[in-house]
């Protein structure tokens, strides 16, 4: 079993940045992808960026050009990168590891975190 723990979300004024983080609790070698999506109140949840084994990645339109995600070289951790926040990105994220089915943004993946909330004001 393997866990996933966020953390670097906070509170940002717009224009700002955060740095998310999650680490799984063992390494993920055999994931074919990790993901961050977010979920904001009253809405669904929805893919914002996507990390494929071999260095693929995937964004949101919304978010393409802001944010970015990485992985370090032991594979155990993912970052989100968000840069000129906005108000519209308020919303608990959550990294996802280990996609089941079809390709993001599909949500069939098999580890997800708790999420980290992040709140930006004007």
């Known amino acids: 079993q393997v866990h996933l723990v966020e953390s670097g979300g906070g509170s940002v004024q717009a224009g700002g940045s955060l740095r998310l983080s999650c680490r799984a609790s063992?390494?993920?070698?055999?994931?074919?992808?990790v993901a961050w999506f977010r979920q904001a109140p009253g809405k669904e949840r929805e893919g914002v960026a996507a990390?494929?084994?071999?260095?693929?990645?995937y964004y949101d339109p919304s978010v393409k050009g802001r944010f970015t995600i990485s992985q370090d070289n032991t594979k155990n951790t993912v970052y989100l990168q968000m840069n000129s926040l906005q108000l519209e990105d308020t919303a608990m994220y959550y990294c996802?590891?280990?996609?089941?089915?079809?390709?993001?943004?599909?949500?069939?993946?098999?580890?997800w975190g708790q999420g980290t909330q992040v709140t930006v004001s004007s």
């Open positions: 990390f494929y084994d071999g260095g693929t990645t």
């Open positions: 063992q390494y993920i070698y055999n994931s074919n992808c």
């Open positions: 996802a590891a280990d996609l089941l089915r079809g390709s993001w943004p599909s949500p069939d993946f098999r580890y």
